[in-house]
């Protein structure tokens, strides 16, 4: 077997033939780091797939290439992959999966089985939680994400949910302030994608924004315009000390 990639001594990353190391691979450099608490291993197993792959490396974790103990090529590339796939997930999950003397393949299942155990029971609070989400303080772009998040988590669990299952989940818990956004959006047959409903909420978040910003520039220029209260020159208004204590002419 042709060596199709190398480790890179310093980062840590797998680098194929070429000589460019695939972006996110290392611990500290990683786009997706695969924990319990993130519950993102669909995630995670996308970007891993994508990485090894254009590393040439793919073969190692979905069984198309046969084990090779003996071949000190297949040997170099396998501890190649371990070494990124120990990189990209929490301890947490490290402490669940990791053996002794394990191939890059028995890994990649056994993180697979972890995250696939128990799918039932998660998909009821994973449900639950979906269900009740709000935006409260959050942006748009955070509520958004968060609706998304816990969509691949059920997704992970055998409980897809379909587009127009998430689309209106988003609008039922966005804030007051979006409501008529949310009521126009609702009516529109077919529904837009989740992706465009995002760019459409985020439109109407700027929008409110420079309102607000111009509402208050304009206060603070009236402000600024407004004359200055009338001077008091007179006798009463300087307490004149001479006229104190005395009284007023009839």
Not at 132 to 142: C, H, N, P, R, Y
Request: glycine residues 6%; aromatic residues 6%; neutral net charge.
């Amino acid at each position: 077997m042709s060596r199709a990639a190398h480790l890179d001594s310093i980062s840590g990353a797998i680098v194929p033939a070429g000589g460019v190391p695939p972006a996110g691979l290392p611990r500290q450099l990683g786009p997706v780091f695969l924990s319990f608490e993130a519950a993102n291993y669909t995630k995670w197993a996308i970007y891993m797939r994508a990485s090894l792959g254009r590393s040439g490396l793919l073969g190692h974790i979905d069984g198309t290439v046969a084990a090779a103990a003996t071949d000190p090529a297949w040997t170099s590339d396998d501890y190649n992959v371990l070494n990124t796939l120990h990189a990209a997930i929490d301890e947490d999950v490290a402490d669940m999966v990791l053996a002794s003397h394990q191939t890059a393949r028995q890994l990649w299942l056994a993180i697979l089985e972890l995250f696939s155990a128990n799918k039932a029971s998660k998909a009821i609070y994973l449900d639950n939680d979906f269900r009740q989400l709000v935006q409260g303080d959050m942006s748009i772009t955070a509520y958004c994400r968060r609706q998304k998040q816990l969509s691949d988590a059920l997704a992970d669990n055998v409980s897809p949910v379909n587009n127009r299952a998430l689309v209106l989940n988003t609008l039922r818990g966005l804030g007051p302030r979006f409501s008529s956004t949310a009521t126009i959006i609702s009516m529109t047959e077919p529904l837009p994608t989740f992706l465009r409903v995002r760019s459409m909420l985020l439109m109407e978040e700027m929008q409110q924004a420079n309102a607000a910003a111009n509402a208050a520039s304009t206060a603070l220029v009236a402000q600024a315009r407004a004359p200055p209260p009338p001077t008091c020159t007179g006798t009463a208004c300087r307490g004149d000390s001479s006229t104190s204590g005395k009284p007023k002419p009839a």
